[in-house]
């Protein structure tokens, strides 16, 4: 997503939703890329250009989180900056100050915004879904140094042994494992709480939806049921605890 935010802000748009609108479109054209050989996760393997939701849109969050983009705006924000700040560039250019090169106000665009490794020219021919030793190297630093996730469990798992990661089966496995910090452990702890909850919730979901016909969701709405977390801790957990750690604010969650 930054090498092509990156390659797309040396041109020139009239609105921001042309911006959106191209970023959009190059997302489409590196499905078919990323999918030649298979690989798996690729969003819009089965959906190609009919895809709604896009990539962007999906790892937004973990850009600003992770701080490769710099800024807490949104997608569309971004857009609206980089157009506005163009075209102010230009006036200013056009109001006779040439003296400023052209070079030297693209270079100071592109770090604007972003902060990652710098691409190859020829990026799209070799990107596949598997990180190099340097991307990954780079996105493990990002992740123990930005602001926003250097003290959370993912950041504390990357300083652990290898040997014991590659040993965690599920979730669940890592306070069997490690011996967590305190305020990660209560996080981690409510996570955990939070799965059982929200999978239940699903479950009836499609109970209710197939009028109890679904043998399967029936079944796995049992099992649910007789689940320690339902016999021992459904009566006093509260999902609003959990809304309220992470700081959302949407009034129709907080009812």
Known sequence: IPYIAMELERNQYSSYKEFLDQLHEEEIKLIPVLNKNGEEGVIGSRAGSKLKRKPSSIYWNGLRTFEFFKYNLTLEQYARAFVSKQRR???YRS????????ASLFEEYIGEFWQCLISNSNWREHITMNLTNQEAEYLKEKILKAKKSKDSLLAYLLKQDRDLLLSLECFEDVSRIFELPEEINRTYQMAVDFNEFITGANIRYN??????KNELAVAKWQNWLASSFVKEQFVHFSYLD?????????PK???
Not at 95 to 102: F, T
Not at 207 to 212: C, H, P, R, Y
């Open 207 to 212: 109970v209710i939806l197939s009028n109890g």
């Open 95 to 102: 109001l006779g100050n040439e003296g400023v090169e052209e």
């Open 253 to 255: 969650l907080l009812r």
């Open 242 to 250: 959990v809304i309220r750690h992470l700081d959302i604010n949407n």
């Open 89 to 91: 560039q230009h006036t």
